[in-house]
């Protein structure tokens, strides 16, 4: 669960950013 987490936040959070930003 927890290596769950860290692989969706290091993917998640970037591609939200991402979007954000662009």
Do not use: H, K, V
């Not at 769950?4 to 936040?9: E, H, P, V």
Request: no cysteine.
């Amino acid at each position: 669960m927890i290596r769950l987490n860290i692989y969706i936040r290091m993917i998640l959070f970037p591609f939200l950013s991402n979007y954000y930003l662009y």
